[in-house]
């Protein structure tokens, strides 16, 4: 036995060297609308070397490496496309390679239909290659984190996978995947306790996302949709990554003659290691596991397979079992701020635990079936059931005092002087159980070579139990006060219909017109809200490389459950739809420079919210007043500008302008005497800052690597994001009327990838190994995610800032297969 490895080890030694040797180009082939290009050739000039591109697009060649090539692509009406490249021994080079239309032949190209992957005549609508997800440096690799270096798109908060996207709340955006609509919890309270994001970056093969103006077959929310399309395996094969912070496994491939196509992902994350940065200091035991699979079976007829064509019939399955469990004994907690010349501490003692746990099942049986060429359908039914649980017995005793910030002062950064001292006390059994089922059909005919009509349905059953058990107060000075006290036991029971109608008219080769209408009925509020939508884009001849975009629309948001409950835990049920008009302008520019792509992207934007449902904002739970009527609005421009800054990394800069205003009813400021210091008027406060108005928006992904060796890599994140406004809550005359801190923050990554053997290869066995080191938090900024409220012995309140995690240092490898 011991001889017979002997031999095998000396067979791999020897033959690691040919693999080595082997270098492979993969890539996909599309047009300008984002759509496979089928039978495209891709050839290496002066080589022997070639390929056509399948019916996705995609191609792979084996080429010598060390050696520079010029890799031509051609299809018939558009432009060659051509690029040079060098690879090295055992490297594998992705290219997602967009062809330009031939402007003198593009009268004799057939018109068809686009598909739900366009992005340069839709607009707002921004592709996202989903291996970027896997590389970018984050806490915790959340799927949500490559969202905020796009303009318009803001989370101030590390530790949450939620986002603002222009102006609007971390609920008023639409998640699909697959076709099936995505929920996050009801309970979540903060960042911190929160679990994974439902979307797995080892499945995915599509992320297409969209900051407003999306089109009628979306479904009603406010602010953004991101559709997410998970991979149909072709063979087997896997991978296993981790890090510090967790890990996760895949593997997926096809059984009974490739008619069944299954993806199957496990994730495990561990926050503790990042939650002690905090500055509370404690035993955090966060440990969040989900289990997710995407099941695809192939109805087709066996003649229709052995074609290679796209399925007639399909059943898919998507899958997701959830279990989120947050547990913490804070211990201490020491907070220092203010100014240069007054500072003040807060020093906090704790004792008890706090208890969260967040189970979720959520899948979608989905049918499609292609009738003819022309006509297509579909019919999805889904089901989210979520048990949620909040246990809290937490004590604090708290010192709040002044210090000395001068060093020749004694005592020195120590405190000084007694501000107030005193006791909380917070106590909470609270329970969620949330069902939702929903039965969709669609359809999709072809009814004119230049009209694409769709048209779908969608009926839903929604139940909520929620128990809330919730108990405190504060001891301060010798009395008791802020007591509070809850208890409720309630169900929300209620159905939901949607529809929608729209047609994609290509009026020419350079105008496509988009229009429809969506219907929305809640029986709880007895509402129906009409939403008509249109989008138009325009290329003009003389301008090849421009395409110009308008639309405008009603988007119409109804109250899912939290909308409805108000600050005693009651509901409402008397709210009106939220609704917002969308009118947006934009232009996208595709030039070469330095021989290499870029886009430049802008767009300006107006929203109108004629009814909207205010908030207030604890940590990341936003806390709804129904009981408010109010009016808001958003206006701003955004800015994108991606390409190969580095000749074969994308990169991109991105900037958003913002202003966003609301007008409560009921609130009040007070005008004085300025001599006597009377009131002599009380007047309303007309339109003031939303708690989302974050006026400037910068965010940066830059990818680099070694000029002669791009196996080794750097990856840069930035994001800075101007003050949110905030405010006591409770107190409407006093909201958002105070400018918080900017948010700043720059992760960094170093990363090797070393290419054991070639994807051509045959058999079952290791492909590639990266390895990655990560800074993140580079600069160390204190960023600040709320705000706690203590009041000194004078009676004065203080706005005491709760901070982000620090430096962080984090390992991570990911093993493909």
Same mark, same amino acid.
């Not at 002997?6 to 033959?15: D, N, P, V, Y």
């Not at 679990?195 to 406010?222: A, H, I």
């Not at 999805?380 to 246990?391: G, K, V």
């Not at 108990?471 to 309630?490: C, E, H, K, N, R």
């Given at each position: 036995?011991?001889?017979?490895?002997?031999?095998?080890?000396?067979?791999?030694?020897?033959?690691?060297?040919?693999?080595?040797?082997?270098?492979?180009?993969?890539?996909?082939?599309?047009?300008?609308?984002?759509?496979?290009?089928?039978?495209?050739?891709?050839?290496?000039?002066?080589?022997?070397?070639?390929?056509?591109?399948?019916?996705?697009?995609?191609?792979?060649?084996?080429?010598?490496?060390?050696?520079?090539?010029?890799?031509?692509?051609?299809?018939?009406?558009?432009?060659?496309?051509?690029?040079?490249?060098?690879?090295?021994?055992?490297?594998?080079?992705?290219?997602?390679?967009?062809?330009?239309?031939?402007?003198?032949?593009?009268?004799?190209?057939?018109?068809?239909?686009?598909?739900?992957?366009?992005?340069?005549?839709?607009?707002?609508?921004?592709?996202?290659?989903?291996?970027?997800?896997? $590389?970018?440096?984050?806490?915790?690799?959340? #799927?949500? @984190?490559? &969202?905020?270096? /796009?303009? *318009? +798109?803001?989370?101030? =908060?590390?530790?949450?996978?939620?986002?603002?996207?222009?102006?609007?709340?971390?609920?008023?955006?639409?998640?699909?995947?697959?076709?099936?609509?995505?929920?996050?919890?009801?309970?979540?309270?903060?960042?911190?306790?929160?679990?994974?994001?439902?979307?797995?970056?080892?499945?995915?093969?599509?992320?297409?996302?969209?900051?407003?103006?999306?089109?009628?077959?979306?479904?009603?929310?406010?602010?953004?949709?991101?559709?997410?399309?998970?991979?149909?395996?072709?063979?087997?094969?896997?991978?296993?990554?981790?890090?510090?912070?967790?890990? $996760?496994?895949?593997?997926?491939?096809?059984? #009974?003659? @490739?008619? &069944?196509?299954? /993806?199957? *992902? +496990?994730?495990?994350? =561990?926050?503790?290691?990042?939650?002690?940065?905090?500055?509370?200091?404690?035993?955090?035991?966060?440990?969040?596991?989900?289990?997710?699979?995407?099941?695809?079976?192939?109805?087709?007829?066996?003649?229709?397979?052995?074609?290679?064509?796209?399925?007639?019939?399909?059943?898919?399955?998507?899958?997701?079992?959830?279990?989120?469990?947050?547990?913490?004994?804070?211990?201490?907690?020491?907070?220092?701020?203010?100014?240069?010349?007054?500072?003040?501490?807060?020093?906090?003692?704790?004792?008890?635990?706090?208890?969260?746990?967040?189970?979720?099942?959520?899948?979608?049986?989905?049918?499609?079936?292609?009738?003819?060429?022309?006509?297509?359908?579909?019919?999805?039914?889904?089901?989210?059931?979520?048990?949620?649980?909040?246990?809290?017995?937490?004590?604090?005793?708290?010192?709040?005092?002044?210090?000395?910030?001068?060093?020749?002062?004694?005592?020195?950064?120590?405190?000084?002087?007694?501000?107030?001292?005193?006791?909380?006390?917070?106590?909470?059994?609270?329970?969620?159980?949330?069902?939702?089922?929903?039965?969709?059909?669609?359809?999709?005919?072809?009814?004119?070579?230049?009209?694409?009509?769709?048209?779908?349905?969608?009926?839903?059953?929604?139940?909520?139990?929620?128990?809330?058990?919730?108990?405190?107060?504060?001891?301060?000075?010798?009395?008791?006060?802020?007591?509070?006290?809850?208890?409720?036991?309630?169900?929300?029971?209620?159905?939901?219909?949607?529809?929608?109608?729209?047609?994609?008219?290509?009026?020419?080769?350079?105008?496509?017109?988009?229009?429809?209408?969506?219907?929305?009925?809640?029986?709880?509020?007895?509402?129906?809200?009409?939403?008509?939508?249109?989008?138009?884009?325009?290329?003009?001849?003389?301008?090849?490389?421009?395409?110009?975009?308008?639309?405008?629309?009603?988007?119409?948001?109804?109250?899912?459950?939290?909308?409805?409950?108000?600050?005693?835990?009651?509901?409402?049920?008397?709210?009106?739809?939220?609704?917002?008009?969308?009118?947006?302008?934009?232009?996208?520019?595709?030039?070469?420079?330095?021989?290499?792509?870029?886009?430049?992207?802008?767009?300006?934007?107006?929203?109108?919210?004629?009814?909207?449902?205010?908030?207030?904002?604890?940590?990341?739970?936003?806390?709804?007043?129904?009981?408010?009527?109010?009016?808001?609005?958003?206006?701003?421009?955004?800015?994108?500008?991606?390409?190969?800054?580095?000749?074969?990394?994308?990169?991109?800069?991105?900037?958003?302008?913002?202003?966003?205003?609301?007008?409560?009813?009921?609130?009040?400021?007070?005008?004085?005497?300025?001599?006597?210091?009377?009131?002599?008027?009380?007047?309303?406060?007309?339109?003031?800052?939303?708690?989302?108005?974050?006026?400037?928006?910068?965010?940066?992904?830059?990818?680099?690597?070694?000029?002669?060796?791009?196996?080794?890599?750097?990856?840069?994140?930035?994001?800075?994001?101007?003050?949110?406004?905030?405010?006591?809550?409770?107190?409407?005359?006093?909201?958002?009327?105070?400018?918080?801190?900017?948010?700043?923050?720059?992760?960094?990554?170093?990363?090797?990838?070393?290419?054991?053997?070639?994807?051509?290869?045959?058999?079952?066995?290791?492909?590639?190994?990266?390895?990655?080191?990560?800074?993140?938090?580079?600069?160390?900024?204190?960023?600040?995610?709320?705000?706690?409220?203590?009041?000194?012995?004078?009676?004065?309140?203080?706005?005491?800032?709760?901070?982000?995690?620090?430096?962080?240092?984090?390992?991570?490898?990911?093993?493909?297969?």
């Amino acid at each position: 036995m011991g001889k017979r490895w002997g031999w095998c080890i000396c067979f791999m030694i020897l033959s690691f060297p040919a693999w080595a040797q082997q270098a492979f180009i993969q890539g996909q082939v599309t047009n300008a609308q984002q759509q496979p290009l089928i039978g495209a050739t891709v050839v290496v000039q002066n080589a022997s070397v070639s390929a056509l591109t399948d019916a996705q697009g995609k191609f792979s060649l084996k080429v010598e490496p060390e050696k520079e090539i010029t890799l031509l692509v051609t299809y018939i009406g558009f432009l060659k496309f051509e690029k040079e490249l060098t690879l090295l021994p055992g490297e594998t080079r992705y290219l997602g390679i967009e062809l330009i239309a031939n402007s003198k032949e593009l009268q004799e190209v057939e018109v068809r239909a686009k598909s739900t992957n366009e992005t340069r005549e839709v607009v707002s609508i921004t592709k996202i290659d989903p291996r970027l997800t896997q $590389s970018i440096p984050s806490p915790f690799q959340e #799927f949500n @984190k490559i &969202l905020t270096t /796009l303009p *318009g +798109v803001t989370s101030n =908060n590390e530790l949450s996978s939620a986002y603002s996207v222009r102006g609007g709340t971390y609920d008023e955006n639409l998640v699909y995947v697959n076709g099936m609509e995505v929920y996050r919890p009801f309970l979540n309270f903060s960042g911190q306790q929160e679990g994974l994001s439902f979307v797995n970056p080892d499945l995915v093969e599509e992320v297409t996302f969209s900051s407003g103006g999306w089109q009628p077959k979306y479904g009603d929310k406010l602010s953004s949709v991101l559709d997410i399309q998970y991979r149909t395996p072709q063979k087997f094969k896997g991978s296993v990554s981790g890090s510090l912070t967790g890990g $996760s496994v895949h593997a997926e491939g096809t059984a #009974f003659d @490739k008619r &069944l196509g299954f /993806l199957v *992902g +496990v994730r495990h994350k =561990n926050a503790g290691y990042v939650l002690n940065s905090l500055e509370v200091e404690g035993d955090y035991q966060p440990v969040f596991t989900d289990v997710q699979t995407y099941l695809t079976y192939d109805l087709s007829k066996a003649g229709h397979r052995a074609t290679g064509a796209a399925p007639i019939t399909q059943l898919s399955l998507l899958a997701n079992i959830a279990q989120n469990d947050y547990q913490v004994r804070p211990e201490t907690r020491e907070t220092t701020f203010g100014t240069q010349t007054q500072v003040l501490r807060l020093l906090v003692g704790y004792d008890g635990q706090e208890q969260m746990k967040y189970t979720t099942w959520q899948s979608g049986l989905r049918l499609q079936h292609e009738f003819s060429s022309d006509v297509k359908g579909e019919l999805i039914y889904s089901t989210l059931y979520s048990q949620e649980r909040e246990y809290r017995d937490l004590e604090a005793g708290y010192r709040f005092c002044d210090v000395m910030p001068m060093a020749s002062v004694s005592p020195f950064n120590r405190c000084a002087g007694e501000r107030g001292v005193g006791s909380t006390y917070n106590y909470s059994r609270n329970k969620l159980r949330a069902a939702i089922q929903a039965l969709e059909g669609k359809v999709n005919w072809r009814f004119m070579p230049s009209h694409t009509l769709m048209a779908g349905v969608k009926a839903g059953l929604e139940s909520i139990e929620d128990g809330l058990q919730e108990y405190g107060f504060t001891d301060s000075a010798d009395y008791v006060s802020d007591i509070s006290t809850l208890s409720i036991d309630q169900t929300l029971n209620s159905t939901r219909w949607q529809g929608f109608v729209q047609d994609e008219w290509a009026i020419d080769s350079s105008q496509t017109l988009t229009y429809g209408v969506r219907l929305h009925y809640w029986s709880t509020n007895a509402q129906l809200s009409i939403s008509p939508r249109v989008q138009y884009a325009v290329r003009f001849a003389s301008l090849p490389d421009w395409s110009f975009k308008a639309a405008a629309g009603s988007y119409v948001q109804a109250p899912l459950y939290r909308e409805l409950r108000l600050a005693d835990g009651t509901l409402q049920k008397e709210v009106e739809n939220q609704q917002a008009w969308h009118f947006i302008t934009g232009t996208e520019y595709q030039f070469h420079k330095w021989g290499r792509p870029f886009k430049l992207t802008t767009e300006a934007y107006v929203k109108y919210m004629p009814s909207v449902i205010p908030f207030e904002q604890e940590n990341m739970r936003l806390r709804y007043l129904p009981n408010v009527k109010s009016t808001a609005y958003a206006i701003g421009a955004d800015v994108r500008l991606n390409g190969e800054f580095i000749k074969g990394e994308e990169s991109w800069f991105s900037v958003g302008f913002l202003s966003t205003k609301e007008n409560l009813e009921g609130d009040s400021t007070e005008v004085r005497d300025p001599i006597t210091g009377k009131v002599e008027a009380v007047e309303a406060k007309g339109y003031i800052r939303r708690p989302t108005d974050q006026r400037l928006n910068f965010g940066v992904f830059f990818q680099d690597h070694l000029p002669n060796n791009p196996t080794w890599k750097m990856y840069l994140n930035l994001a800075f994001s101007t003050g949110l406004p905030f405010g006591p809550p409770g107190l409407l005359n006093y909201r958002s009327a105070f400018n918080g801190p900017a948010y700043r923050r720059v992760d960094m990554g170093f990363s090797k990838l070393i290419s054991v053997r070639g994807t051509g290869a045959s058999g079952f066995g290791l492909e590639s190994l990266w390895l990655s080191l990560e800074v993140l938090n580079l600069i160390s900024a204190n960023n600040v995610v709320s705000y706690n409220y203590v009041k000194d012995t004078s009676g004065i309140t203080y706005a005491v800032p709760n901070y982000l995690t620090g430096r962080l240092v984090n390992l991570r490898f990911i093993a493909r297969f």
